[in-house]
């Protein structure tokens, strides 16, 4: 597999080539890309109390997110400095401490060395704490990476947390997830994601709610970029979208009337009336807010052909379930449109692989996953011998 002929052989403009969205050694490759990039693993309501915990994975590589005594978070490579066991193998967890499975050593939630018996004299504790990996909060979201040194994140992190901090993301909680297991490769469900050619005529429940959906139809405020590529200071991808919503329509619902507490400031509604703002930050975590709910999507390659999406709804930190909104009418929409796009996403990934696929042009409504394809280009380009 020459990848790097292949991606001088990609014309602009059109969809990628049938070995970017089916080798495994490509795969390989963009698991090596994405491991260098800041992802969304969560949110900090998950890890509540002191010695919480959960785990975060992405290819081979594997995250924990503790919560420590002193309220801050730490990231750990969840990889014993023992013999290389994975540490913790549940999806989230709680305790004082953590201890490897295998042998017993025990480090502390800051990621050190407590516990380590029977090792020889001159053994170092200090010397075998957990790998500390980059770690930032902003405006509730948990994101990390698996990198040593990755791309920088202020100008892209500030502007994330102006936008979740408006609709209170940052004091919100976690009122249901989801999780779509995908036959796809991970790029056909994420292009599918940016565009919304596919909206009227594969979510009927999104159009008559959005005006994203019919063509020219769409809202870009005065300080919104709206385009892939680093921000100009080189930190990593960024884009925000504001997206107005149909005459009456105040938020994602089936009658499009509020469906939980009013978040943030204002309720998350600008001047120009409801909205719904549509952001992402590197290359597989993507959000959208309303003025009483946010949804957070994760995108999750596992194997070449197997992705999964995961799907986190967001409402006000003191709403309860049943008293202040009903969890089935807060997800029916982005459950209902989730469910579609598993559905076409697969159509598309069958058909990708057939010997008659040739990558075709992109729409004037497609320009943003235009933009997601691009820039994966460049950045596969970069990694390439
Ligand atoms: S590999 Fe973790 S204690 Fe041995
Ligand atoms: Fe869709």
Redesign the pocket.
């Known amino acids: 597999m020459n990848i790097a002929a292949l991606l001088a052989a990609y014309k602009p403009g059109h969809s990628l080539g049938q070995a970017f969205y089916s080798d495994p050694g490509i795969f390989a490759r963009d698991m090596e890309m994405l491991s260098g990039r800041w992802l969304c693993v969560g949110h900090v309501s998950e890890l509540p109390t002191a010695g919480d915990w959960l785990t975060a994975e992405l290819g081979r590589e594997s995250a924990i997110v503790t919560r420590r005594a002193d309220g801050e978070f730490s990231a750990l490579a969840n990889v014993?400095?023992?013999?290389?066991?994975r540490?913790c193998t549940l999806p989230h967890g709680h305790g004082p401490t953590l201890t490897?499975?295998?042998?017993?050593?025990t480090y502390r939630l800051d990621g050190s060395l407590r516990r380590?018996p029977e090792m020889p004299e001159g053994f170092d504790p200090a010397a075998h704490g957990l790998l500390p990996l980059p770690l930032k909060i902003i405006g509730g979201l948990i994101f990390l990476s698996f990198a040593d040194h990755p791309p920088a994140i202020e100008a892209s992190a500030a502007a994330l947390d102006a936008m979740a901090r408006r609709h209170g993301w940052d004091t919100g909680k976690i009122a249901a997830r989801k999780t779509y297991t995908i036959a796809s490769n991970w790029k056909l469900a994420v292009e599918n994601y940016h565009e919304c050619y596919h909206c009227a005529g594969s979510h009927p429940e999104f159009s008559a709610l959005h005006a994203l959906a019919r063509p020219g139809n769409r809202r870009i405020g005065s300080k919104d970029v709206e385009s892939w590529g680093p921000a100009p200071d080189g930190n990593e991808v960024f884009r925000v979208m504001h997206s107005g919503l149909a005459d009456g329509v105040l938020t994602g619902s089936r009658d499009g009337k509020a469906l939980a507490l009013p978040m943030g400031a204002a309720g998350g509604v600008d001047t120009l009336g409801p909205e719904c703002v549509f952001a992402e930050l590197g290359f597989l975590s993507a959000f959208l807010a309303y003025a009483d709910y946010g949804v957070i999507y994760r995108f999750i390659p596992r194997k070449s052909l197997e992705t999964e999406m995961e799907v986190i709804w967001l409402v006000r930190g003191d709403a309860e379930a049943g008293r202040d909104f009903d969890p089935a009418a807060l997800t029916w929409l982005w459950d209902v449109t989730s469910a579609a796009d598993k559905t076409i996403i697969e159509n598309n990934q069958a058909g990708v692989l057939s010997r008659a696929y040739r990558p075709g042009p992109f729409s004037k409504m497609e320009a943003a996953t235009r933009q997601y394809v691009e820039r994966y280009v460049a950045e596969l380009a970069r990694l390439a011998p």
């Open positions: 014993c400095r023992h013999r290389g066991s540490i490897c499975p295998y042998h017993g050593w380590a």
